[in-house]
Nanobody, 126 residues
Framework: QVQLVESGGGLVQAGGSLSLSCATS????????MGWFRRAPGKEREFVAA????????DYADSVKGRFTISRDNAKSTVHLQMNSLKPEDTAVYYCAADREGGGWPSSREYTYDYWGQGTQVTVSS
């Protein structure tokens, strides 16, 4: 069983930045596609960003393109999400997820991810 633990959430003013991290257990991190999703109050969970096993392929939701950057450190079994120019609509619980069967292009679909973290709250004030 793989465990994922997110950190780095908090309260920030609009226009500010936060950096999220997700630490994973196990020795097979480098074989997983990794993704970030979020759930805003009263809404469905949605895709934010994903990165392939090698880090060579990356995908972003249109709503965060140009503002968020996903990266991974396979040596430290960690994936990061740098969030800049934050907006109140970015307020949500952010979840890290791992896809065991990830192929060349990282998936944006929830159902392809096998393991999930507990989430970390990000609140952006206006």
């Amino acid at each position: 069983q793989v465990q994922l633990v997110e950190s780095g959430g908090g309260l920030v003013q609009a226009g500010g930045s936060l950096s999220l991290s997700c630490a994973t257990s196990g020795r097979t991190f480098k074989s997983y596609t990794m993704g970030w999703f979020r759930r805003a109050p009263g809404k469905e969970r949605e895709f934010v960003a994903a990165i392939s096993k090698s880090g060579g392929n990356i995908d972003y939701a249109d709503s965060v393109k140009g503002r968020f950057t996903i990266s991974r450190d396979n040596a430290k079994s960690t994936v990061h999400l740098q969030m800049n120019s934050l907006k109140p609509e970015d307020t949500a619980v952010y979840y890290c997820a791992a896809d065991r069967e990830g192929g060349g292009w990282p998936s944006s679909r929830e159902y392809t991810y096998d393991y999930w973290g507990q989430g970390t709250q990000v609140t952006v004030s206006s």
